[in-house]
């Protein structure tokens, strides 16, 4: 079956870094994008990786790993602003996307 | 109109009841996409559209139909209303169906079904 993994919720402090681990088992696979997404609003896209490596845009980073079917979203110099939830979904072989649950982050002061 | 507006925005329904969700792109985005969002589940598709005149079915279609008369429109339509079918629906488009571009959302509809 298809499945994305992600934690439910995480925890960081102001100005820190914090690492959002994503796994993934689809049917075929084209490509693996992170969304932010605040109460209330719709997702937003941040990042797309289809190779291996860290692909880098700013505060945000994103990394994949094919063979081992992982990725990570990092977030540095973490803005209040930063609160919100963070969705991972890989695309299968039919180009659809599958969703992960969304990892809540909780930026303190 | 700029990007992807759904409407209405929130809506009660008394089950049994037919209704229809809006949707409008001005992107001219060949591809659209209906999703439901349940707390503690992620986004699960309900029907796409990779080009106007063209439909198919995603993860949970039962008791949901959608029709693409034209590029910008892909409104989506619950025939007989029923209580799990009370969530937060969004509308996607993308340039092009069968890529890997990035899906553009709207606001989302909040339905409630009593």
């Known amino acids: 079956g298809q499945n994305i993994d992600q934690p439910t919720e995480m925890t960081a402090t102001e100005g820190a870094i914090v690492q959002i681990n994503c796994t993934y088992q689809?049917?075929?696979?084209?490509?693996l994008f992170w969304y932010q997404q605040h109460a209330g609003e719709a997702p937003t896209f941040l990042s797309y990786?289809?190779l291996d490596g860290l692909e880098e845009k700013g505060r945000f980073s994103s990394f994949l790993s094919r063979s081992k079917g992982y990725s990570y979203l990092l977030l540095k110099e973490l803005q209040m602003k930063d609160s919100a939830s963070y969705l991972c979904?890989?695309?299968?072989?039919?180009?659809?996307?599958?969703w992960g649950a969304g990892t809540k982050l909780i930026i303190k002061p | 109109i700029a990007g992807i507006t759904q409407a209405p925005t929130s809506q009660i329904l008394a089950a049994g009841r037919r209704m229809t969700l809006r949707c409008t792109q001005d992107?001219?985005?060949?591809?659209m996409y209906w999703y439901r969002q349940d707390l503690g589940l992620g986004l699960r598709l309900i029907h796409y559209?990779?080009?106007?005149?063209?439909?198919g079915k995603g993860e949970v279609p039962d008791g949901y139909s959608v029709s693409r008369a034209n590029t910008d429109d892909f409104p989506l339509t619950l025939a007989s209303a029923v209580p799990s079918q009370t969530s937060v629906y969004f509308c996607?488009?993308?340039?092009?169906?069968?890529?890997?571009?990035?899906?553009?959302f709207g606001p989302g509809t909040r339905l409630t079904v009593l």
């Open positions: 689809t049917s075929g696979f084209n490509g």
């Open positions: 559209s990779n080009t106007a005149g063209t439909t």
């Open positions: 992107m001219r985005h060949n591809a």
């Open positions: 990786n289809v």
């Open positions: 979904a890989g695309m299968d072989s039919n180009y659809q996307l599958i």
């Open positions: 996607a488009s993308s340039e092009r169906g069968g890529s890997s571009g990035e899906q553009f």
